[in-house]
């Protein structure tokens, strides 16, 4: 995970030295291991790199890269697979020694279209002028582009910043291929002409199936003196997965819904569907290769590999390196359980949950003493969180989460802690950490003004401020430790988070998944399964990402692994899900027989939850919005109030 930046003028008096001091601050957050700016300086333009790492693999190295013919790298991203990277090497080094090898625009393609991982990069060819810039096809690295209203400059960077002009000016790169710009003719033309490589998949047939999104579309929202064009080469880059499998049923199909939708689900209700041997042969085939991709996902990290021979450090010392966003829910639970599979045994794992502060009800009165008491006792306000950090709990707070607070009793807590004891009942020899993460109304409200509302921008809906609110508190991993015999502070320090998004999205978990099957049948399915994988880039991936990444930690997604996708694809959709069936089966399905294998129990029957509504962050301020109305709450403050800010310590 990196902070990148690139700030690019073509006349001097619009030129600076330096980022403004409120990106930089936001970029150092995601890369707190090293910090380094690089100014490349041409008679008519002039570039300003910027790069902050945060360190995951091989030798520490300093971004932005150089060689010796001025061409320089700024990297955000991990190569799980397609080009070899051996374990003690860094990859970023790795792809830039790559890079400037490539003899044409060809080779570059052919580079990036093996690359398996998650990347956004900037990539300065001194000789030609040109800077080259993308997203991996999913979206799942931020990278986002502001283009002065006068034509004089432009920057490309992870993260944005809050500005006092108006808020859309910050937009995210579309994850549509890669883009080229010569800079050199950009400041004689006085314009600014991206040439894109899409993405495109090319089949056995040799048919191309064009991009998705259209040149008009990337340029809707762009100044009029910048324009997307097609390279005129017509290269591309190739899809990393299969399409979508729009196959249907040649007759109605054998569900084994006789007795299904009449009675509540049970365990046994799955593995019915498991004495059907070609749907249990798929459905290990899906547990290996997501197994892959979970392992890929927590070996790629740096362990305490400095030990005396023959010493192992005592389990209780042991911090976590990976993190899962937990709710208890199917997606969370499967991913811990593959987890569980391949991060050494002597290693914690944290399972970060968060819970939002509900409205108190009304208590009788003669119940005041004890509400008195609990008032007393509270401890999840923002001052306390700070003490959780520190190590510094006090007395009150320790008195308070002993007892269940039912302030703090949310869906996604319950659905946790049972979610907890599935896996310590699989694995007791394993140190798992739940985090009861717990935020009160005035925290929420104070550092999404201070620090969450620029993370979520450009995107702007009440929706978008409930997810990233959440992920922000959750992935902060600020939290508790409550067990029978104690309550201890505790701050997660793991710098790799593992998230399930992606599953609702390919398995129709979502309930307008449903509803297009009820109104259009498997035909409307598949038609919306396809257009939410081909939305997520802009819909989640680069919100969650830069949300995730003000922490210095880096999110990873099983779920969207390039070879998970492709075999899920490759599926026809009624071996995916079966919404003929009840909520806790139906949605998801080939996943809830997957927790059967794993051993799972009650987590494969749960019904999908979405995370606003889990952890009850939506019951905290308005009430009456609906998720596609643009949120006021996100809208840019004026920068006085930043200002106030700037040094706070979360």
């Not at 880096?554 to 009624?574: G, H, I, K, T």
């Amino acid at each position: 995970m990196c902070g990148i930046c690139c700030s690019v003028s073509f006349s001097v008096e619009h030129f600076s030295k330096d980022l403004k001091e409120d990106l930089l601050h936001n970029l150092k957050r995601r890369g707190p291991n090293s910090s380094k700016q690089l100014l490349k300086s041409n008679v008519n333009y002039q570039c300003l790199f910027s790069g902050h790492v945060l360190h995951l693999r091989g030798v520490l190295t300093a971004q932005p890269v150089e060689d010796e013919r001025g061409n320089v790298f700024l990297w955000n991203g991990e190569v799980f697979s397609g080009v070899k990277v051996e374990a003690k090497e860094n990859d970023a080094q790795i792809m830039f020694n790559y890079l400037s090898s490539c003899k044409n625009e060809s080779d570059i393609l052919s580079l990036f279209s093996e690359v398996q991982g998650p990347w956004s990069f900037i990539y300065y060819q001194a000789s030609s002028h040109h800077l080259w810039f993308g997203r991996d096809f999913f979206g799942r690295r931020s990278l986002l582009w502001h283009f002065s209203n006068l034509g004089k400059s432009f920057c490309l960077s992870s993260v944005g910043a809050q500005m006092s002009e108006l808020a859309n000016q910050w937009q995210e790169v579309p994850a549509s291929g890669i883009f080229r710009i010569n800079l050199k003719s950009a400041s004689i033309s006085k314009s600014v002409v991206l040439k894109l490589y899409p993405w495109k998949y090319i089949s056995k047939e040799n048919v191309i199936k064009g991009c998705v999104n259209s040149l008009t579309q990337i340029s809707a929202n762009l100044p009029t003196f910048v324009s997307v064009v097609a390279n005129e080469a017509n290269l591309y880059l190739k899809e990393p997965v299969v399409p979508l499998n729009m196959m249907l049923p040649q007759a109605s199909l054998d569900i084994h819904r006789s007795n299904i939708s009449s009675t509540p689900p049970t365990r046994e209700t799955l593995q019915v569907f498991l004495t059907d041997g070609n749907m249990k042969e798929i459905v290990q085939q899906f547990i290996d290769v997501l197994s892959i991709a979970v392992k890929r996902r927590v070996l790629c990290l740096p362990r305490d590999e400095n030990l005396t021979p023959g010493k192992v450090l005592k389990t209780w010392n042991r911090k976590a390196n990976v993190a899962i966003l937990f709710s208890g829910g199917i997606d969370s639970m499967v991913i811990a359980t593959l987890a569980d599979r391949h991060i050494p045994l002597d290693e914690p794992i944290d399972l970060l949950n968060v819970a939002f502060m509900t409205k108190e009800k009304p208590i009788p009165t003669g119940l005041n003493k004890k509400r008195i008491k609990q008032k007393n006792c509270e401890i999840f306000s923002e001052d306390s969180s700070k003490n959780a950090a520190a190590g510094r709990g006090g007395g009150a707070a320790a008195a308070a989460a002993t007892s269940p607070d039912k302030q703090f009793s949310v869906p996604d807590r319950i659905t946790g802690r049972a979610g907890l004891k599935e896996l310590q009942a699989a694995n007791p020899s394993r140190i798992w950490n739940f985090v009861e993460i717990n935020v009160s109304l005035e925290e929420l409200q104070k550092l999404r003004r201070t620090r969450i509302c620029h993370l979520v921008q450009p995107l702007d809906t009440v929706l978008d401020d409930s997810i990233g609110c959440a992920v922000w508190f959750a992935s902060r991993g600020i939290g508790w430790l409550v067990s029978q015999d104690e309550v201890k502070s505790y701050q997660s320090n793991a710098k790799v988070v593992l998230t399930g998004i992606g599953a609702d999205e390919q398995l129709a978990g979502y309930s307008r998944h449903r509803a297009r099957f009820q109104t259009h049948g498997l035909e409307g399915l598949n038609k919306e399964i396809e257009m939410e994988l081909g939305r997520i880039s802009s819909r989640n991936l680069g919100r969650d990402d830069r949300v995730i990444g003000d922490h210095g930690k880096e999110a990873r997604f099983p779920f969207l692994d390039e070879n998970v996708v492709s075999f899920l694809n490759s599926l026809p959709v009624w071996e995916k899900a079966n919404l003929t069936l009840p909520r806790g089966i139906g949605e998801k399905l080939i996943l809830r027989l997957a927790a059967v294998e794993l051993g799972l129990t009650s987590s494969a029957l749960l019904p999908k939850r979405a995370m606003q509504f889990g952890s009850r962050i939506v019951k905290m301020e308005k009430n009456n919005e609906k998720a596609s109305d643009k949120c006021g709450r996100l809208q840019v403050i004026s920068l006085e109030n930043l200002s106030i800010e700037k040094e706070i310590t979360v």
